[in-house]
């Protein structure tokens, strides 16, 4: 199985300042074929179920508002968000789905 | 509006049994992937398994293989995990969740979960 490592587990950012999300995969999610890489980005605000941010590791899903980036390939991945809002406060997953069992990252609790 | 409405959670004894239903609307449910994946009290996420719309591929988490089973009815738009011989470590919150277009592992639209307790 593929091991996702985020770091780090959580992070303190002030509203308006940049928050930056590792995530590192213990082997590559990069398909050669299409070079495209299979890694996603979650939200989970509190109480709520996760929200899909980003998938092929830097495209934003619908809705998703442009402070929020993804990039990296291979093994190696990160979430920014460029300005923090107040509403950004969650927990953060990366996930592959290279293979099967596609697997989570442990999560990045972002705090104010 | 996609939406996704778990129900079938609860108490249950180590060693029981559980059904988990979920109801999806707002979109063509035939023409869809669909996922189980929970999340333990206070933890992460661990994706427990995978159906494809047609029931013809269907795969599990090690951690529940051979013990809970996935399935679906179309005609219902309704997705189901028959959880069997339940362990302490089953506990969790458990969703359901549509795969995504382009790969069915990656889940654009979640349900509000459903709340397992394992416990004697």
């Known amino acids: 199985d593929i091991v996702m490592t985020q770091s780090p587990d959580s992070l303190a950012v002030s509203l308006g300042e940049r928050a930056t999300i590792n995530c590192k995969s213990s082997?590559?999610?990069?398909?050669?074929?299409?070079?495209?890489?299979?890694l996603a980005w979650y939200q989970q605000n509190p109480g709520q179920p996760p929200k899909l941010l980003i998938y092929?590791?830097?495209t934003r899903e619908s809705g998703v508002p442009d402070r929020f980036s993804g990039s990296g390939s291979g093994t190696d991945f990160t979430l920014t968000i460029s300005s923090l809002q107040a509403e950004d406060v969650a927990v953060y997953y990366c996930?592959?789905?290279?293979?099967?069992?596609?697997?989570f990252g442990q999560g990045t609790r972002l705090e104010i | 509006e996609v939406q996704l409405v778990e129900s079938g959670g609860g108490l249950v004894q180590p060693g029981g049994s559980l059904r988990l239903s979920c109801a999806a609307s707002?979109?063509?449910?035939?023409?869809?992937?669909m996922n189980w994946v929970r999340q333990p009290p206070g933890k992460g996420l661990e994706w427990v398994s995978y159906?494809?719309?047609?029931?013809?591929?269907?795969y599990y988490a090690d951690s529940v293989k051979g013990r809970f089973t996935i399935s679906r009815d179309n005609a219902k738009n309704s997705l189901y995990l028959q959880m069997n011989s339940l362990r302490d470590d089953d506990t969790a919150v458990y969703y359901c969740?549509?795969?995504?277009?382009?790969?069915?592992?990656?889940?654009?639209?979640w349900g509000q979960g459903t709340l397992i307790t394992v416990s004697s």
């Open positions: 996930q592959h789905y290279y293979s099967t069992p596609p697997t």
């Open positions: 082997q590559s999610v990069l398909y050669n074929s299409n070079n495209k890489n299979y």
């Open positions: 092929w590791a830097s």
């Open positions: 707002g979109f063509t449910f035939s023409s869809y992937s």
């Open positions: 159906i494809d719309s047609s029931t013809s591929a269907i």
């Open positions: 969740a549509r795969g995504w277009e382009y790969s069915g592992y990656v889940n654009d639209n």
